[in-house]
């Protein structure tokens, strides 16, 4: 089952030589491209979630389709593979089914955009976009039911369809769809956009070939996948040893009451390849937080890390993909069968970077970076608003703390994703009917180290209108871990406060929650880990820390050894007693997880307020 | 007679441009700036060209002033220590900021964390709040403000700032708070954020605020000490300093707002290209600025330059407007490397800059530069500056040869790619403000200055298809001219965010009407009486719950006419659709409503320069050999003070002046202007 490109040229591209210098013009060329999609994307869309918080992600592909310019890597080769049908000039391809393109997409929620550019009847790249949306229906305002054991619960799913066609639009399509969703107008508004950005993408590759050559063009496009694929060798050479190491991590809970669940990967090499296995990871949850993951995007974050981390200079492209094999078990939770259900799946993507960051690390630990801000908790705040009886729709990303790092302390109340930001609370209270009361950053939710991880955010809402909210958030059972000698960063939690003055802690995961005017919500997100040993690090700005209250004066003494006076001043004396007694009890070893499985599971209801989830069973 | 001084303070050097307002004269200077305190140069540079023009400083009816002091404060860290009062709930708004790790995926790993703008130990929040709609939710506690302010006094801060939720809507409680901080602090200056920047989104707003008291101490020294020895030389005319916006303020309103000021330097090159553009009676401009370490590079249409409603310095970006002038970290000393991991050329962004400086300055520079390249390809002759600058062609070759070498090529092949990488970036800065902005660069002319800007014009040019490219007259001292010919100009701007159907044609002609009049008493304080005043206005409009907005001119007579609006509708899905390739049927949104008052000064005149035969012949100082395109060519070098208006340059060759070099590429023609333009166009 393939793809069929219909091409009106079939003369073959001829391969030229293409000096170093023409090279370096055609990738900042395409780089410049990739940066104008992204502008004109949140110069028009209209959702919060894509326009104030950057939830969309744009490509540019070469003809076979691999990445060039992106950041997750080609969603172009999963489409091609599932997809069974002709690809011709003027096509516009829309979907958004993880199961009809090889994961290409990993939930509903993401509207994905191809766009097969041609020239003089030849194919000769890609460009792409995908974005979430507020909103696609089903049973849930956001479209994503915690509970959900089905993708057919999880709003409309999108097969690859042409919605274009011959470039005229196939409007009873677009049609059809938005007539299912509960905010059409962001939906039409946020899909324009992102065609808008492709159609830019096209424009400048089509302008490249114009001023080289096509032929031209094409071999540079090889040039880079194989210049990238050299870096990249001589990296994974250095870095990946052929011993096998392995590492496991957690989801907290599936939303419906089991957890945690097993993430597990093992690598090693093998001569100039290195293996990335997941063999060992938990089966597939019966809820939505499976995470249907394509192998190509888990080369691309572990190629992404790899640079990061060891040479940031060199320029990423899909070039290495045949130095990386990854192995991800059928039926597993991040490999699970049709028709599970994915929608909350945005868990154990996040996840997945921190375990990636863990393996890359062990074999040289002080490269490596503690655990960190690893999800994008979500709120969802819906209603008819009183005042003019119009419905509003609110989905927002929170953030959380960057981990401690071996380059310096993380970042409060950050975002690990890419081009994300907040939503300005001003906007917040213009448009929907919400006052945020508090918007800081948590003092002491950071992990302690020699660098200090961020710490995570509190965000007060108060309601000012009945409605109903949603939550999707993790690291509240598991700690978010810290390394060679770091702390782990505290956990997140919910807590309702009705006007009433009673309390309620909110599970992690939930969804039809009834809020009524006056009620608050502290919506409190994980800190990262902490990076070396804490009480090496300089007691003078932990003191600081204090007057900032990023950390607080019990903090610093209990994590840090730390005695803050309340005039801000150090009190050496007590200061290393404290600090001689702490050293000798130091954990041991490059990962500090917290409490184990069994005290976590034990304390849980007295810590978090909340019972522990089952353990997962599987028949 | 009337003179006008124009003054643009840089890194390296001091350039002055005084003219005689009724004939045009002129008279250039340039002298090494003074970086520990820039008025010594510019009170030197005056006296000296004072004494040139053999007037007094009493006969300067206009001083001009662009300056990179605020610029340079933020990009150095040098800015006051600067408190920040907050509403409760919000102490940590900067250190939170928009949440944004710029970079791609996993550039958190080696991202620096940034200290806020102001330290959250400067940081106090007060005891109160206002609604969404500016209702008081929570009147202010007093005492809490004053006890909260009385422990900001501790730190020992030189400027503060206040910033409140909502304030945009309603500025009363913003207004209570400084009435209580004047009382606290009576020294030190106080800036309100919907005074310095009336609009939603309180992290912009309390940033834009708090750079605006990060530089406004340096500023108000600098600009109150540079008056008063101005005013000791006899000097009695006005004082004004170019803005961001390439508009001009008075020296007093620029000490109290100085954030508007940030790109005052960069600006000074736009509007003297406009001054050119209007000689040549060009109109589609691109500006090509190029310096020893960065490019500066904007659009101008039909005369306007493209305004944006942000000014970046560094990594800061603040909401006041400025000339969309876009820098990039290519110029003159931007250092060539090749990476061991990929073999691929790279040009900047480091930079050798003033110290050591390129390899064949002599100066103890051995890292190979863009200038070393020019010097290997003959584009630059053995000396600058008129002569009294001597190049090292030995040493320029010897550090090419270390890129040649990485590269195994020639040494005048690795220069040359160092010449190609050099001007894609700054193509890719031009791509920018033009393309990106759905302008098409082959609608517009080129114009190169600062004192590499004609070197890599005509192949920027080239590249982009944008003809003639332009060797203005002066280009060393291109910025300073900007700021001798600018006009004054005041703007004010509004919040609205509401949809037009739920608005009239009446209520924004009473608006218009009003913020007519802010402007024009704004600009009658700084002496321009109301009829030498052109009034424009403008509105931001976006498709409802769209986050950005397009700004569309308006015409305060349509909507006296009740037309308005449905023109404006009109107007906007136009250019949405010029912009975006699409429309769509939702309400259109007015977010905010500006008015500009701009004085209509009288324009100043260009010298003319005598008429020649055609031939350029009589301005060949010798012969000489260039190094293009994989070839050794015959060219020549021309004395550019000896060319006649209607001379006919062929390419190649190069174009000497005391502080700048041209080149004109072969197949390409230059072909002087009445007023002493080089005009270069292909032969084809």
């Known amino acids: 089952?393939?793809?069929?490109?219909?091409?009106?040229?079939?003369?073959?591209?001829?391969?030229?030589?293409?000096?170093?210098?023409?090279?370096?013009?055609?990738?900042?060329?395409?780089?410049?491209?990739?940066?104008?999609?992204?502008?004109?994307?949140?110069?028009?869309?209209?959702?919060?979630?894509?326009?104030?918080?950057?939830?969309?992600?744009?490509?540019?592909?070469?003809?076979?389709?691999?990445?060039?310019?992106?950041?997750?890597?080609?969603?172009?080769?999963?489409?091609?593979?599932?997809?069974?049908?002709?690809?011709?000039?003027?096509?516009?391809?829309?979907?958004?089914?993880?199961?009809?393109?090889?994961?290409?997409?990993?939930?509903?929620?993401?509207?994905?955009?191809?766009?097969?550019?041609?020239?003089?009847?030849?194919?000769?790249?890609?460009?792409?976009?995908?974005?979430?949306?507020?909103?696609?229906?089903?049973k849930v305002p956001g479209s994503m039911p915690t509970d959900a054991t089905s993708v057919f619960e999880e709003g409309i799913r999108i097969p690859p369809v042409k919605l274009y066609k011959k470039d005229i639009l196939q409007e009873d399509l677009l049609n059809l769809v938005l007539h299912q969703v509960r905010m059409p107008e962001w939906c039409r508004a946020d899909l324009y956009a992102i065609i808008a950005s492709c159609r830019v993408a096209e424009k400048r590759i089509l302008e490249i070939c114009d001023r080289f050559g096509e032929n031209e063009y094409i071999s540079a496009t090889d040039y880079l996948l194989a210049r990238n694929k050299r870096a990249m060798g001589h990296l994974i050479n250095n870095a990946v040893g052929e011993e096998k190491v392995y590492f496991e991590d957690f989801v907290c809970d599936d939303g419906r009451g089991f957890g945690p669940y097993k993430l597990k990967c093992t690598m090693w090499r093998e001569g100039e390849k290195v293996i990335l296995d997941f063999n060992g990871t938990d089966p597939q949850a019966a809820g939505s937080i499976n995470f249907y993951l394509n192998e190509n995007m888990l080369k691309m974050f572990f190629g992404i890390y790899m640079i990061m981390v060891f040479d940031p200079q060199v320029l990423i492209n899909d070039g290495f993909y045949d130095l990386v094999d990854v192995r991800i078990p059928k039926g597993s939770l991040l490999k699970p069968n049709f028709p599970a259900a994915l929608s909350c799946r945005t868990h154990a993507l996040g996840r997945i970077f921190d375990l990636l960051g863990a393996l890359l690390g062990k074999k040289q630990p002080e490269f490596m970076c503690a655990a960190g801000f690893s999800s994008s908790p979500h709120l969802m705040f819906s209603g008819t608003d009183k005042k003019t009886g119009e419905w509003f729709q609110l989905f927002q990303?929170?953030?959380?703390?960057?981990?401690?790092?071996?380059?310096?302390?993380?970042?409060?109340?950050?975002?690990?994703?890419?081009?994300?930001?907040?939503?300005?609370?001003?906007?917040?209270?213009?448009?929907?009917?919400?006052?945020?009361?508090?918007?800081?950053?948590?003092?002491?939710?950071?992990?302690?180290?020699?660098?200090?991880?961020?710490?995570?955010?509190?965000?007060?809402?108060?309601?000012?209108?009945?409605?109903?909210?949603?939550?999707?958030?993790?690291?509240?059972?598991?700690?978010?871990?810290?390394?060679?000698?770091?702390?782990?960063?505290?956990?997140?939690?919910?807590?309702?406060?009705?006007?009433?003055?009673?309390?309620?802690?909110?599970?992690?995961?939930?969804?039809?929650?009834?809020?009524?005017?006056?009620?608050?919500?502290?919506?409190?997100?994980?800190?990262?880990?902490?990076?070396?040993?804490?009480?090496?690090?300089?007691?003078?700005?932990?003191?600081?820390?204090?007057?900032?209250?990023?950390?607080?004066?019990?903090?610093?003494?209990?994590?840090?050894?730390?005695?803050?006076?309340?005039?801000?001043?150090?009190?050496?004396?007590?200061?290393?007693?404290?600090?001689?007694?702490?050293?000798?009890?130091?954990?041991?070893?490059?990962?500090?997880?917290?409490?184990?499985?069994?005290?976590?599971?034990?304390?849980?209801?007295?810590?978090?307020?909340?019972?522990?989830?089952?353990?997962?069973?599987?028949? | 007679m009337p003179y006008r001084l124009g003054v643009d303070v840089g890194g390296t050097f001091t350039d002055l441009l005084l003219i005689e307002e009724n004939t045009g004269e002129t008279w250039r200077n340039k002298?090494?700036?003074?970086?520990?305190?820039?008025?010594?140069?510019?009170?030197?540079?005056?006296?000296?060209?004072?004494?040139?023009?053999?007037?007094?400083?009493?006969?300067?009816?206009?001083?001009?002033?662009?300056?990179?002091?605020?610029?340079?404060?933020?990009?150095?860290?040098?800015?006051?220590?600067?408190?920040?009062?907050?509403?409760?709930?919000?102490?940590?708004?900067?250190?939170?900021?928009?949440?944004?790790?710029?970079?791609?995926?996993?550039?958190?790993?080696?991202?620096?964390?940034?200290?806020?703008?102001?330290?959250?130990?400067?940081?106090?929040?007060?005891?109160?709040?206002?609604?969404?709609?500016?209702?008081?939710?929570?009147?202010?506690?007093?005492?809490?403000?004053?006890?909260?302010?009385?422990?900001?006094?501790?730190?020992?801060?030189?400027?503060?700032?206040?910033?409140?939720?909502?304030?945009?809507?309603?500025?009363?409680?913003?207004?209570?708070?400084?009435?209580?901080?004047?009382?606290?602090?009576?020294?030190?200056?106080?800036?309100?954020?919907?005074?310095?920047?009336?609009?939603?989104?309180?992290?912009?707003?309390?940033?834009?605020?708090?750079?605006?008291?990060?530089?406004?101490?340096?500023?108000?020294?600098?600009?109150?000490?540079?008056?008063?020895?101005?005013?000791?030389?006899?000097?009695?005319?006005?004082?004004?300093?170019?803005?961001?916006?390439?508009?001009?303020?008075?020296?007093?309103?620029?000490?109290?707002?100085?954030?508007?000021?940030?790109?005052?330097?960069?600006?000074?090159?736009?509007?003297?290209?406009?001054?050119?553009?209007?000689?040549?009676?060009?109109?589609?401009?691109l500006t090509l600025d190029v310096g020893g370490t960065s490019t500066d590079v904007a659009l101008i249409e039909k005369g306007?330059?493209?305004?944006?409603?942000?000014?970046?310095?560094?990594?800061?970006?603040?909401?006041?407007?400025?000339?969309?002038?876009k820098t990039v970290g290519a110029g003159g000393g931007s250092i060539a490397h090749v990476p061991e991991l990929t073999g691929a050329l790279r040009v900047g962004p480091e930079s050798a800059g003033a110290v050591p400086g390129p390899a064949c300055y002599s100066k103890g520079g051995k890292l190979p530069t863009v200038t070393d390249a020019h010097v290997v390809l003959g584009n630059l002759p053995e000396s600058l500056l008129g002569g009294s600058f001597h190049l090292d062609q030995e040493a320029a070759k010897e550090a090419i040869k270390t890129i040649a070498d990485a590269l195994n090529v020639t040494i005048e092949e690795a220069a040359q790619g160092i010449i190609h990488i050099a001007n894609e970036n700054m193509y890719g800065a031009l791509r920018l403000v033009s393309v990106q902005q759905g302008y098409d660069p082959r609608d517009f002319a080129l114009m190169g200055f600062g004192g590499a800007g004609s070197l890599h014009s005509n192949a920027v040019g080239k590249l982009m298809g944008s003809y003639p490219v332009i060797?203005?007259?002066?280009?060393?001292?291109?910025?300073?001219?900007?700021?001798?010919?600018?006009?004054?100009?005041?703007e004010h701007a509004r919040s609205f965010n509401r949809t037009i159907s739920k608005t009239d044609n009446k209520e924004i002609t009473h608006l218009l009407h009003e913020m007519r009049e802010v402007v024009m008493t704004d600009l009658e304080e700084e002496g321009i009486p109301r009829e030498k005043q052109t009034i424009k206005f403008e509105a931001g409009v976006r498709y409802r719950g769209q986050g950005f907005e397009v700004d569309i001119p308006l015409n305060d007579q349509n909507f006296k006419d009740d037309t308005g609006l449905d023109i404006l509708k009109a107007d906007f899905d136009k250019e949405h659709n010029r912009l975006f390739t699409f429309n769509l049927d939702v309400e259109h949104e007015i977010v905010n409503l500006r008015a500009v008052a701009i004085a209509q000064g009288a324009k100043m005149p260009a010298i003319v320069i005598p008429k020649g035969d055609g031939n350029p012949d009589q301005a060949i100082l010798r012969k000489h050999t260039m190094w293009i395109e994989g070839q050794s060519l015959p060219a020549a070098i021309y004395d550019r003070s000896k060319l006649e208006s209607g001379d006919k340059i062929p390419g190649p060759c190069v174009i000497v002046e005391m502080d700048s070099t041209a080149v004109i590429l072969p197949d390409h023609i230059g072909t002087v202007d009445r007023c002493g333009n080089i005009l270069i166009n292909p032969t084809l």
């Open chain 1, 1 to 138: 089952m393939t793809a069929q490109i219909i091409l009106n040229n079939n003369t073959p591209f001829q391969q030229v030589d293409v000096d170093t210098i023409t090279l370096d013009i055609i990738e900042n060329a395409l780089r410049n491209a990739r940066e104008e999609m992204d502008a004109t994307l949140f110069r028009t869309a209209m959702s919060p979630g894509i326009r104030e918080q950057g939830d969309a992600f744009p490509l540019i592909a070469e003809r076979e389709g691999k990445m060039i310019v992106g950041q997750f890597g080609s969603f172009i080769d999963g489409f091609l593979k599932a997809y069974n049908g002709t690809i011709e000039e003027g096509d516009v391809f829309w979907l958004s089914d993880p199961y009809a393109c090889d994961g290409a997409v990993s939930h509903n929620n993401d509207w994905l955009i191809i766009r097969p550019i041609f020239k003089n009847g030849r194919l000769v790249s890609w460009a792409s976009m995908f974005g979430h949306q507020t909103d696609i229906g089903g």
């Open chain 1, 397 to 619: 990303i929170g953030f959380g703390g960057i981990p401690g790092r071996p380059f310096g302390d993380g970042a409060d109340g950050h975002s690990l994703w890419p081009g994300f930001t907040n939503v300005p609370n001003e906007f917040l209270e213009r448009y929907f009917p919400m006052r945020i009361t508090h918007y800081t950053s948590l003092a002491d939710s950071g992990g302690a180290g020699f660098y200090r991880g961020g710490n995570g955010i509190l965000m007060t809402y108060e309601f000012l209108n009945s409605g109903v909210i949603s939550i999707h958030d993790d690291r509240w059972y598991t700690h978010p871990w810290g390394v060679n000698g770091g702390e782990p960063g505290a956990r997140s939690r919910k807590i309702l406060r009705r006007k009433d003055g009673s309390k309620t802690v909110l599970p992690a995961k939930c969804d039809g929650v009834e809020v009524f005017t006056g009620d608050q919500l502290d919506y409190i997100t994980w800190g990262g880990g902490g990076w070396g040993n804490p009480l090496e690090r300089d007691s003078e700005l932990i003191a600081l820390e204090v007057k900032q209250g990023l950390v607080t004066a019990a903090g610093a003494f209990e994590n840090y050894g730390v005695k803050v006076e309340n005039d801000y001043s150090v009190n050496q004396k007590e200061t290393q007693m404290r600090r001689v007694e702490m050293a000798k009890n130091r954990p041991e070893g490059i990962f500090n997880f917290g409490p184990d499985m069994q005290s976590l599971r034990e304390n849980c209801l007295s810590d978090t307020g909340l019972e522990a989830p089952t353990p997962p069973r599987w028949s």
């Open chain 2, 31 to 285: 002298v090494p700036s003074t970086p520990h305190d820039p008025s010594i140069a510019v009170i030197n540079g005056t006296k000296s060209i004072c004494e040139k023009a053999n007037i007094s400083a009493t006969d300067i009816q206009q001083f001009l002033h662009g300056t990179t002091v605020a610029t340079n404060a933020v990009l150095e860290g040098k800015g006051a220590k600067t408190g920040l009062v907050v509403t409760k709930g919000y102490r940590q708004i900067l250190q939170v900021a928009r949440s944004l790790v710029p970079g791609g995926l996993a550039a958190w790993i080696t991202w620096p964390k940034p200290a806020p703008l102001a330290a959250l130990e400067c940081t106090v929040e007060i005891d109160e709040r206002l609604s969404a709609d500016g209702d008081i939710i929570t009147p202010i506690n007093e005492q809490q403000t004053r006890s909260a302010l009385e422990r900001l006094k501790l730190e020992n801060i030189e400027a503060l700032t206040i910033c409140l939720m909502n304030s945009y809507v309603n500025g009363l409680h913003e207004i209570k708070v400084a009435e209580i901080a004047r009382e606290i602090f009576p020294n030190i200056p106080v800036s309100i954020s919907h005074e310095i920047l009336p609009e939603m989104q309180e992290y912009e707003r309390a940033l834009t605020t708090v750079a605006n008291s990060l530089v406004r101490p340096v500023m108000a020294k600098y600009i109150s000490n540079l008056r008063l020895k101005l005013r000791e030389l006899g000097m009695k005319g006005r004082i004004n300093l170019l803005r961001s916006d390439g508009g001009l303020i008075g020296s007093e309103k620029a000490e109290i707002t100085p954030v508007n000021l940030l790109m005052s330097g960069p600006a000074g090159g736009v509007t003297g290209a406009l001054w050119v553009a209007e000689n040549t009676n060009i109109k589609n401009i």
């Open chain 2, 304 to 325: 306007e330059p493209l305004l944006r409603r942000e000014t970046s310095v560094g990594h800061l970006t603040v909401r006041a407007s400025s000339l969309d002038v």
């Open chain 2, 471 to 490: 060797v203005p007259v002066s280009p060393g001292v291109l910025c300073a001219v900007g700021d001798a010919t600018t006009q004054m100009r005041y």
